[in-house]
């Protein structure tokens, strides 16, 4: 079998200055990431490496309050919605009924409003029994996010914990010193979890670290599809790697899959390049 050879990319990059430091929304503290994350904005890079990794750990933070309070406001909404549906419905019963009880409504006045009537007291019904649906989620939302809340000290000691702050710690690594990359971010997935993407710029490409080989051209979103350990017959050399999908956009303007690609990581979240194609 040919071996492989797996080139270490410097991650240097030009120093981030006072005023570049300024000029963001946020501190690149613990406490700046979790007040970033809390804020439902999510991180597009900026903050030096040395403050990085302690920035995400509060962002995680952030994120995941974010999340949580997220669904419990819905779930509150979404209740609020079903009641006063309710409302409406028993207004249109009491409407129907003036235009009824009405002495200069003929008889198809009264027809019709005795038909309106019975078909809001029956959209009542189908709406009190929604409202009770929506009732008992907008307690289990709750429950749930007072849960997160009370939870944050043995979650941040969780392996959970360490593999999103690793996760994200690789992709803005990933997003440094791959030149091909305008930045990398995260949106928040089946409630919770953060899956990173990365937006690939206008006529960029991304190589194979071994072969050199295109891996994906911009204009195009990489989306990660896993992170997990290194397969040792293709990156003998790296601990970790992050699979990515790509899309870019067609003529009429949707997200087409266009590949894979895979970043690859040393055990310390240090980028080594990137290797295609491979296995889904």
Not at 37 to 51: D, F, H, I, Q, T
Not at 106 to 132: P, V
Not at 159 to 167: P, R, V
Not at 177 to 204: M, Q
């Amino acid at each position: 079998m040919k071996r492989l050879f797996i080139a270490i990319l410097s991650a240097a990059c030009l120093p981030v200055t006072a005023n570049a430091l300024e000029s963001l929304p946020f501190t690149c503290t613990e406490a700046g990431g979790e007040a970033f994350g809390r804020s439902g904005e999510a991180y597009r890079g900026g903050c030096p490496v040395e403050a990085e990794r302690a920035f995400l750990s509060g962002y995680i933070v952030g994120r995941r309050i974010f999340a949580a309070q997220s669904a419990r406001d819905n779930a509150r909404h979404e209740y609020e919605e079903a009641s006063a549906a309710i409302d409406f419905h028993a207004e249109k019963v009491a409407e129907a009924r003036v235009r009824n009880s009405n002495p200069d409504s003929t008889k198809a006045d009264r027809r019709d409003a005795q038909s309106d009537a019975e078909h809001h007291r029956q959209q009542i019904l189908l709406a009190e029994k929604e409202a009770e649906k929506k009732h008992f989620l907008m307690l289990d939302a709750y429950g749930h996010y007072q849960e997160a809340i009370d939870g944050l000290p043995d979650w941040k000691e969780s392996e959970e914990f360490a593999f999103a702050q690793d996760m994200l710690t690789e992709t803005q690594a990933f997003a440094r010193a791959e030149l091909a990359i305008d930045y990398c971010t995260d949106e928040l997935d089946y409630g919770f979890y953060l899956r990173p993407h990365c937006l690939l710029a206008g006529g960029a490409v991304v190589h194979d670290v071994q072969t050199g080989d295109k891996c994906a051209t911009g204009p195009s979103e990489a989306v990660l599809l896993r992170r997990g350990l290194s397969d040792d017959e293709l990156a003998p050399n790296s601990a970790f790697l992050q699979v990515f999908n790509t899309f870019a956009r067609d003529e009429n303007g949707k997200n087409q899959q266009t590949g894979f690609f895979a970043a690859l990581f040393d055990g310390g979240t240090k980028y080594q390049g990137t290797i295609c194609p491979i296995r889904e």
